[in-house]
Protein backbone atom coordinates (compact mmCIF):
# COMPACT_ATOMS: atom_id res chain seq x y z
CA UNK A 1 0.00 0.00 0.00
CA UNK A 2 1.30 3.49 -1.00
CA UNK A 3 2.54 5.76 1.64
CA UNK A 4 0.65 9.31 1.07
CA UNK A 5 2.81 10.87 2.88
CA UNK A 6 6.45 9.88 1.24
CA UNK A 7 7.46 11.22 -1.77
CA UNK A 8 11.40 9.93 -3.66
CA UNK A 9 14.10 12.41 -5.67
CA UNK A 10 16.51 10.13 -7.46
CA UNK A 11 19.36 11.93 -8.82
CA UNK A 12 21.58 10.73 -11.40
CA UNK A 13 25.25 11.57 -12.05
CA UNK A 14 26.36 13.46 -14.91
CA UNK A 15 27.47 10.55 -17.79
CA UNK A 16 30.96 9.32 -17.29
CA UNK A 17 33.61 11.33 -19.61
CA UNK A 18 36.96 9.36 -21.56
CA UNK A 19 39.01 11.22 -18.12
CA UNK A 20 37.06 9.19 -15.73
CA UNK A 21 36.43 4.84 -15.68
CA UNK A 22 33.42 3.77 -17.22
CA UNK A 23 30.56 3.59 -14.25
CA UNK A 24 27.17 4.70 -15.01
CA UNK A 25 23.91 4.84 -12.88
CA UNK A 26 21.96 3.65 -15.97
CA UNK A 27 24.55 1.44 -18.16
CA UNK A 28 27.21 -0.34 -15.57
CA UNK A 29 26.38 -4.25 -15.10
CA UNK A 30 26.08 -4.84 -11.50
CA UNK A 31 24.64 -7.85 -10.33
CA UNK A 32 22.54 -8.00 -13.33
CA UNK A 33 20.77 -4.40 -12.43
CA UNK A 34 21.93 -1.05 -12.93
CA UNK A 35 23.18 0.86 -10.48
CA UNK A 36 19.61 2.91 -10.88
CA UNK A 37 17.68 -0.62 -10.73
CA UNK A 38 19.25 -0.94 -7.35
CA UNK A 39 18.27 2.28 -5.96
CA UNK A 40 14.38 2.19 -7.34
CA UNK A 41 14.25 -1.66 -6.24
CA UNK A 42 15.50 -0.29 -2.81
CA UNK A 43 12.86 2.42 -2.83
CA UNK A 44 9.81 1.07 -4.14
CA UNK A 45 9.91 -1.29 -1.16
CA UNK A 46 8.91 1.74 1.11
CA UNK A 47 5.73 2.31 -1.15
CA UNK A 48 6.22 6.28 -1.77
CA UNK A 49 3.74 8.16 -3.13
CA UNK A 50 5.71 9.19 -6.80
CA UNK A 51 8.92 8.50 -7.84
CA UNK A 52 11.30 11.41 -9.66
CA UNK A 53 14.43 10.55 -11.22
CA UNK A 54 16.23 13.58 -11.68
CA UNK A 55 18.97 13.12 -14.51
CA UNK A 56 20.88 15.31 -17.66
CA UNK A 57 19.19 16.21 -20.12
CA UNK A 58 19.38 13.72 -23.00
CA UNK A 59 19.43 10.75 -20.89
CA UNK A 60 16.91 8.23 -21.69
CA UNK A 61 16.29 5.11 -19.31
CA UNK A 62 14.49 2.07 -20.54
CA UNK A 63 11.54 1.08 -18.67
CA UNK A 64 10.88 4.31 -16.42
CA UNK A 65 7.60 4.92 -15.82
CA UNK A 66 5.90 7.75 -17.88
CA UNK A 67 6.67 11.11 -16.06
CA UNK A 68 8.97 9.65 -14.11
CA UNK A 69 12.70 11.23 -15.71
CA UNK A 70 13.01 14.71 -15.20
CA UNK A 71 15.38 16.11 -17.63
CA UNK A 72 18.01 18.62 -15.69
CA UNK A 73 21.08 20.87 -17.47
CA UNK A 74 22.51 24.13 -16.66
CA UNK A 75 20.51 25.70 -19.35
CA UNK A 76 17.01 24.84 -17.92
CA UNK A 77 18.19 24.53 -14.72
CA UNK A 78 15.53 26.84 -13.17
CA UNK A 79 12.68 25.88 -14.98
CA UNK A 80 13.25 22.24 -13.69
CA UNK A 81 13.92 23.42 -10.00
CA UNK A 82 10.19 25.48 -11.03
CA UNK A 83 8.83 22.40 -11.83
CA UNK A 84 10.02 20.01 -9.23
CA UNK A 85 8.39 22.98 -6.80
CA UNK A 86 4.97 22.68 -8.17
CA UNK A 87 5.11 19.00 -7.83
CA UNK A 88 5.95 19.43 -4.40
CA UNK A 89 5.13 22.90 -2.81
CA UNK A 90 1.80 21.73 -2.24
CA UNK A 91 2.03 18.49 -0.70
CA UNK A 92 1.93 17.42 2.93
CA UNK A 93 4.23 14.64 3.89
CA UNK A 94 8.13 14.21 3.17
CA UNK A 95 10.63 14.00 0.38
CA UNK A 96 13.33 11.64 0.21
CA UNK A 97 16.52 12.43 -2.05
CA UNK A 98 18.99 9.98 -2.82
CA UNK A 99 21.53 9.24 -5.36
CA UNK A 100 21.42 6.30 -7.68
CA UNK A 101 24.80 5.70 -7.59
CA UNK A 102 24.83 4.42 -3.91
CA UNK A 103 23.18 0.83 -4.84
CA UNK A 104 24.05 -0.81 -1.61
CA UNK A 105 21.37 1.31 0.37
CA UNK A 106 19.25 -0.84 1.99
CA UNK A 107 15.29 -0.55 2.54
CA UNK A 108 16.07 -0.50 6.54
CA UNK A 109 18.25 1.87 6.71
CA UNK A 110 16.06 4.62 4.75
CA UNK A 111 13.08 3.10 6.81
CA UNK A 112 14.93 4.07 10.07
CA UNK A 113 15.96 7.31 8.63
CA UNK A 114 12.18 8.10 7.85
CA UNK A 115 11.07 7.10 11.31
CA UNK A 116 13.82 9.14 13.23
CA UNK A 117 12.78 12.12 10.66
CA UNK A 118 9.00 11.64 11.95
CA UNK A 119 9.72 11.23 15.54
CA UNK A 120 11.87 14.41 15.94
CA UNK A 121 9.54 16.52 13.83
CA UNK A 122 12.47 18.77 12.45
CA UNK A 123 12.89 19.96 8.57
CA UNK A 124 15.66 17.76 7.45
CA UNK A 125 17.64 14.76 8.21
CA UNK A 126 20.36 12.84 6.94
CA UNK A 127 22.84 9.97 6.53
CA UNK A 128 25.68 10.37 7.47
CA UNK A 129 26.01 14.10 9.63
CA UNK A 130 26.86 16.61 7.59
CA UNK A 131 30.54 17.04 8.95
CA UNK A 132 31.67 13.28 8.03
CA UNK A 133 30.25 13.66 4.12
CA UNK A 134 32.87 13.15 1.71
CA UNK A 135 33.11 13.04 -2.15
CA UNK A 136 33.01 9.26 -2.18
CA UNK A 137 29.50 9.28 0.48
CA UNK A 138 26.14 9.40 -1.21
CA UNK A 139 23.40 12.01 -0.60
CA UNK A 140 20.57 10.46 1.37
CA UNK A 141 18.32 13.16 3.37
CA UNK A 142 14.93 14.03 4.02
CA UNK A 143 13.47 17.22 3.89
CA UNK A 144 9.62 18.59 4.22
CA UNK A 145 7.75 18.20 1.23
CA UNK A 146 6.51 22.02 1.58
CA UNK A 147 9.49 23.17 2.84
CA UNK A 148 11.96 22.00 -0.07
CA UNK A 149 8.90 23.25 -2.64
CA UNK A 150 9.13 26.62 -1.36
CA UNK A 151 13.20 26.45 -1.24
CA UNK A 152 13.27 24.88 -5.13
CA UNK A 153 11.03 27.98 -6.34
CA UNK A 154 12.90 30.36 -4.91
CA UNK A 155 16.45 29.59 -5.69
CA UNK A 156 15.26 29.22 -9.15
CA UNK A 157 17.07 32.22 -9.63
CA UNK A 158 20.14 30.96 -8.00
CA UNK A 159 20.52 28.22 -9.88
CA UNK A 160 24.20 26.89 -10.33
CA UNK A 161 25.15 24.46 -12.96
CA UNK A 162 26.37 21.44 -10.65
CA UNK A 163 22.29 19.98 -9.25
CA UNK A 164 23.69 17.59 -6.98
CA UNK A 165 25.78 20.37 -4.84
CA UNK A 166 22.82 22.89 -5.01
CA UNK A 167 20.98 20.37 -3.26
CA UNK A 168 23.89 19.68 -1.04
CA UNK A 169 23.73 23.25 -0.18
CA UNK A 170 19.88 23.18 0.62
CA UNK A 171 20.49 20.03 2.77
CA UNK A 172 22.58 21.64 4.85
CA UNK A 173 20.82 25.06 5.75
CA UNK A 174 17.91 23.03 6.85
CA UNK A 175 19.77 20.43 8.87
CA UNK A 176 19.45 21.08 12.73
CA UNK A 177 21.01 18.73 15.29
CA UNK A 178 19.13 15.65 14.57
CA UNK A 179 21.26 13.63 12.79
CA UNK A 180 20.85 9.73 12.41
CA UNK A 181 24.54 7.91 13.13
CA UNK A 182 25.64 6.59 9.49
CA UNK A 183 24.87 3.05 8.44
CA UNK A 184 26.75 -0.17 7.89
CA UNK A 185 29.97 -0.27 6.02
CA UNK A 186 29.83 0.55 2.45
CA UNK A 187 26.36 1.06 2.36
CA UNK A 188 26.85 4.86 1.40
CA UNK A 189 29.17 4.15 -0.73
CA UNK A 190 29.30 6.62 -4.01
CA UNK A 191 30.35 4.40 -7.21
CA UNK A 192 33.15 6.47 -8.72
CA UNK A 193 35.37 4.14 -10.65
CA UNK A 194 35.94 0.87 -11.30
CA UNK A 195 37.02 -0.55 -7.82
CA UNK A 196 34.13 0.56 -6.45
CA UNK A 197 32.03 -1.08 -8.95
CA UNK A 198 33.68 -4.18 -8.18
CA UNK A 199 33.19 -3.71 -4.33
CA UNK A 200 29.51 -3.14 -4.70
CA UNK A 201 29.26 -6.43 -7.07
CA UNK A 202 31.08 -8.47 -3.78
CA UNK A 203 28.69 -6.85 -1.20
CA UNK A 204 25.49 -7.41 -3.53
CA UNK A 205 26.48 -10.96 -4.44
CA UNK A 206 26.88 -11.60 -0.69
CA UNK A 207 23.67 -10.17 0.40
CA UNK A 208 21.89 -12.30 -2.10
CA UNK A 209 23.46 -15.54 -0.91
CA UNK A 210 22.61 -14.83 2.29
CA UNK A 211 19.11 -14.27 1.55
CA UNK A 212 18.69 -17.87 0.27
CA UNK A 213 20.70 -19.20 2.94
CA UNK A 214 18.39 -17.64 5.61
CA UNK A 215 15.55 -19.57 2.32
CA UNK A 216 16.49 -23.04 3.76
CA UNK A 217 18.81 -23.27 0.62
CA UNK A 218 21.87 -25.30 0.79
CA UNK A 219 24.99 -23.38 -0.49
CA UNK A 220 27.89 -25.76 0.48
CA UNK A 221 30.48 -22.58 -0.86
CA UNK A 222 28.93 -19.73 -0.55
CA UNK A 223 31.84 -17.86 -0.96
CA UNK A 224 31.99 -18.97 -4.55
CA UNK A 225 28.78 -19.05 -5.76
CA UNK A 226 26.65 -16.45 -7.92
CA UNK A 227 22.72 -16.12 -7.88
CA UNK A 228 20.98 -13.42 -9.63
CA UNK A 229 18.65 -11.32 -8.31
CA UNK A 230 15.98 -12.37 -9.88
CA UNK A 231 16.16 -16.36 -9.09
CA UNK A 232 13.75 -17.92 -7.19
CA UNK A 233 14.93 -21.20 -5.49
CA UNK A 234 12.76 -23.77 -3.05
CA UNK A 235 13.80 -24.54 0.27
CA UNK A 236 16.01 -27.57 0.27
CA UNK A 237 17.73 -27.05 -2.97
CA UNK A 238 21.19 -28.00 -3.22
CA UNK A 239 24.11 -25.82 -4.67
CA UNK A 240 27.88 -26.61 -4.82
CA UNK A 241 30.97 -25.00 -5.77
CA UNK A 242 31.11 -22.27 -8.38
CA UNK A 243 27.85 -22.55 -9.76
CA UNK A 244 26.01 -19.43 -11.16
CA UNK A 245 22.53 -19.03 -10.69
CA UNK A 246 21.37 -15.76 -13.71
CA UNK A 247 18.64 -14.46 -14.93
CA UNK A 248 14.82 -15.57 -14.50
CA UNK A 249 15.89 -18.82 -13.24
CA UNK A 250 13.83 -20.97 -11.07
CA UNK A 251 14.94 -24.14 -9.42
CA UNK A 252 12.48 -26.39 -7.62
CA UNK A 253 12.55 -28.70 -4.65
CA UNK A 254 15.21 -31.35 -4.22
CA UNK A 255 17.30 -30.10 -7.08
CA UNK A 256 21.20 -30.76 -7.31
CA UNK A 257 23.52 -28.61 -8.78
CA UNK A 258 27.09 -29.59 -8.46
CA UNK A 259 30.03 -27.82 -8.76
CA UNK A 260 30.80 -25.42 -11.88
CA UNK A 261 27.69 -24.89 -13.44
CA UNK A 262 26.05 -22.59 -15.09
CA UNK A 263 21.89 -22.33 -15.10
CA UNK A 264 20.22 -18.98 -16.58
CA UNK A 265 16.80 -18.17 -17.48
CA UNK A 266 15.63 -21.64 -17.32
CA UNK A 267 13.49 -23.78 -15.54
CA UNK A 268 14.91 -26.67 -13.03
CA UNK A 269 12.06 -29.33 -11.66
CA UNK A 270 12.18 -31.02 -8.76
CA UNK A 271 14.73 -34.08 -8.71
CA UNK A 272 17.23 -32.47 -11.43
CA UNK A 273 20.43 -32.83 -10.76
CA UNK A 274 23.40 -31.23 -12.86
CA UNK A 275 27.05 -31.45 -13.26
CA UNK A 276 29.29 -29.25 -14.42
CA UNK A 277 27.04 -28.18 -17.37
CA UNK A 278 25.48 -25.28 -19.08
CA UNK A 279 21.79 -24.48 -19.31
CA UNK A 280 20.07 -21.16 -20.70
CA UNK A 281 16.94 -20.37 -21.98
CA UNK A 282 15.39 -23.99 -21.41
CA UNK A 283 13.04 -26.28 -19.30
CA UNK A 284 14.68 -29.46 -17.65
CA UNK A 285 11.67 -31.65 -16.22
CA UNK A 286 11.82 -33.52 -13.14
CA UNK A 287 14.20 -36.19 -12.29
CA UNK A 288 16.40 -35.72 -15.32
CA UNK A 289 20.03 -35.82 -14.80
CA UNK A 290 22.46 -33.59 -16.80
CA UNK A 291 26.16 -33.76 -17.37
CA UNK A 292 29.26 -33.36 -16.80
CA UNK A 293 29.86 -31.09 -19.62
CA UNK A 294 26.06 -30.74 -21.10
CA UNK A 295 25.06 -27.63 -22.90
CA UNK A 296 21.32 -27.18 -23.28
CA UNK A 297 19.96 -24.03 -24.58
CA UNK A 298 18.02 -22.08 -27.49
CA UNK A 299 14.41 -23.02 -25.65
CA UNK A 300 15.43 -26.52 -25.28
CA UNK A 301 12.78 -28.41 -23.13
CA UNK A 302 14.09 -31.61 -21.71
CA UNK A 303 11.08 -34.09 -20.54
CA UNK A 304 11.24 -35.98 -17.10
CA UNK A 305 13.83 -38.60 -16.43
CA UNK A 306 15.86 -38.15 -19.11
CA UNK A 307 19.75 -38.65 -19.21
CA UNK A 308 21.38 -35.87 -20.89
CA UNK A 309 25.20 -37.03 -20.53
CA UNK A 310 29.09 -36.25 -21.22
CA UNK A 311 29.43 -33.93 -23.72
CA UNK A 312 25.86 -33.46 -25.51
CA UNK A 313 24.80 -30.14 -26.58
CA UNK A 314 20.74 -30.27 -26.78
CA UNK A 315 19.27 -26.85 -29.10
CA UNK A 316 16.07 -25.73 -29.44
CA UNK A 317 14.89 -29.62 -29.38
CA UNK A 318 12.49 -31.32 -27.14
CA UNK A 319 12.51 -34.49 -25.61
CA UNK A 320 9.63 -37.08 -23.99
CA UNK A 321 9.65 -39.29 -20.61
CA UNK A 322 12.69 -41.38 -20.00
CA UNK A 323 15.00 -40.38 -23.32
CA UNK A 324 18.56 -40.85 -22.90
CA UNK A 325 21.64 -39.13 -24.80
CA UNK A 326 24.33 -40.48 -22.99
CA UNK A 327 27.82 -39.95 -24.77
CA UNK A 328 28.77 -36.74 -27.28
CA UNK A 329 25.67 -36.14 -29.09
CA UNK A 330 24.38 -33.17 -30.89
CA UNK A 331 20.34 -32.52 -31.20
CA UNK A 332 19.66 -29.57 -32.83
CA UNK A 333 15.81 -28.61 -33.92
CA UNK A 334 14.48 -31.93 -33.14
CA UNK A 335 11.42 -33.58 -31.14
CA UNK A 336 11.73 -36.64 -29.57
CA UNK A 337 9.21 -38.90 -28.11
CA UNK A 338 9.64 -40.97 -24.98
CA UNK A 339 11.39 -43.39 -24.36
CA UNK A 340 13.86 -42.97 -27.39
CA UNK A 341 18.09 -43.96 -26.68
CA UNK A 342 20.79 -41.73 -28.78
CA UNK A 343 23.82 -43.63 -29.17
CA UNK A 344 26.85 -42.03 -28.74
CA UNK A 345 28.32 -40.07 -31.38
CA UNK A 346 24.62 -38.95 -32.58
CA UNK A 347 24.14 -35.60 -34.61
CA UNK A 348 21.28 -34.23 -35.91
CA UNK A 349 22.08 -32.53 -39.48
CA UNK A 350 19.95 -29.95 -39.32
CA UNK A 351 21.09 -26.92 -40.94
CA UNK A 352 21.73 -27.00 -44.50
CA UNK A 353 24.05 -23.79 -44.94
CA UNK A 354 20.40 -21.47 -45.78
CA UNK A 355 17.91 -22.99 -43.54
CA UNK A 356 17.33 -25.00 -40.31
CA UNK A 357 15.38 -28.12 -40.57
CA UNK A 358 13.32 -30.43 -38.10
CA UNK A 359 14.44 -33.94 -37.07
CA UNK A 360 11.33 -35.87 -35.72
CA UNK A 361 11.70 -39.16 -33.68
CA UNK A 362 9.18 -41.05 -32.11
CA UNK A 363 8.33 -42.83 -29.24
CA UNK A 364 11.04 -46.01 -28.39
CA UNK A 365 13.35 -45.33 -31.23
CA UNK A 366 16.80 -46.87 -30.83
CA UNK A 367 19.26 -44.72 -32.97
CA UNK A 368 22.72 -46.36 -33.00
CA UNK A 369 26.13 -44.87 -32.40
CA UNK A 370 27.77 -42.58 -35.03
CA UNK A 371 24.62 -41.90 -36.56
CA UNK A 372 23.86 -39.37 -38.70
CA UNK A 373 20.32 -38.07 -39.17
CA UNK A 374 19.73 -35.30 -42.30
CA UNK A 375 17.33 -32.78 -41.73
CA UNK A 376 14.11 -33.16 -42.48
CA UNK A 377 13.58 -36.52 -41.02
CA UNK A 378 11.44 -38.61 -39.02
CA UNK A 379 12.03 -41.65 -37.55
CA UNK A 380 9.13 -43.95 -36.81
CA UNK A 381 7.59 -45.29 -33.55
CA UNK A 382 10.26 -47.91 -32.29
CA UNK A 383 12.14 -48.49 -35.37
CA UNK A 384 15.93 -49.01 -35.14
CA UNK A 385 18.79 -47.20 -36.88
CA UNK A 386 21.79 -49.20 -37.36
CA UNK A 387 25.57 -47.87 -35.58
CA UNK A 388 26.99 -45.62 -38.28
CA UNK A 389 24.59 -45.00 -40.34
CA UNK A 390 23.94 -41.86 -42.46
CA UNK A 391 19.67 -41.52 -42.94
CA UNK A 392 18.67 -39.12 -44.94
CA UNK A 393 15.10 -40.75 -45.81
CA UNK A 394 12.59 -41.13 -43.32
CA UNK A 395 12.38 -44.54 -41.86
CA UNK A 396 8.76 -46.11 -40.92
CA UNK A 397 7.75 -47.34 -37.33
CA UNK A 398 9.41 -50.83 -36.66
CA UNK A 399 11.68 -50.46 -39.39
CA UNK A 400 15.30 -50.55 -39.55
CA UNK A 401 17.47 -48.09 -41.21
CA UNK A 402 20.62 -48.61 -41.97
CA UNK A 403 22.79 -46.23 -44.37
CA UNK A 404 26.50 -47.64 -44.66
CA UNK A 405 29.06 -49.41 -46.92
CA UNK A 406 29.20 -53.27 -47.06
CA UNK A 407 31.64 -54.73 -44.91
CA UNK A 408 34.19 -56.64 -46.82
CA UNK A 409 37.11 -59.15 -45.51
CA UNK A 410 40.58 -59.57 -47.27
CA UNK A 411 42.17 -62.49 -45.86
CA UNK A 412 46.27 -61.81 -45.52
CA UNK A 413 45.94 -58.43 -46.84
CA UNK A 414 48.19 -56.94 -43.86
CA UNK A 415 50.47 -59.46 -43.87
CA UNK A 416 51.24 -58.72 -47.45
CA UNK A 417 51.06 -54.85 -46.31
CA UNK A 418 53.95 -55.16 -43.96
CA UNK A 419 55.82 -57.76 -46.21
CA UNK A 420 56.06 -55.05 -48.65
CA UNK A 421 57.02 -52.06 -46.46
CA UNK A 422 59.83 -54.44 -45.42
CA UNK A 423 61.05 -54.34 -49.08
CA UNK A 424 60.69 -50.76 -48.85
CA UNK A 425 63.10 -50.00 -46.16
CA UNK A 426 65.74 -52.52 -47.07
CA UNK A 427 66.09 -50.70 -50.89
CA UNK A 428 66.57 -47.43 -48.90
Known amino acids: MADPALHVMVLLAKPPTDERPPVSDISSALCERTPLQW???????????????????????????????????????????RQLAGRWGAENGVTLVVEASTPLLQTETLRTLLDHYRQVGTRCACLPPAHKASAATGMVWLADSRWLGERLGAAAAEFTDDWALFLQKIRDEALTCHRLAAPGTHELLRLQCTADLVLAYGILRERLVVRWLDAGVVIWDPASVYIGPEVALAAGVEIHQGVILAGHTRVDAEARILPFSTIENSILQRGVRVEMSVIRNSTVEAGTTVGPFAHIRDGAHIGPANRIGNFVEVK???????????????????????????????????????????????????VGSDSILVAPLRIGRGAYVGAGSVITLDVPADSLGVGRGRQRIIEGWAAKRRQKLASLKKKS
Open 316 to 366: KSSTGENTKAAHLAYLGDATLGRDVNIGAGTITCNYDGAHKHPTIIEDQVF
Open 39 to 81: ILETVRSLAPRSITVVGPAGVTVPGLTAGTLLPFAAGDGPAAL
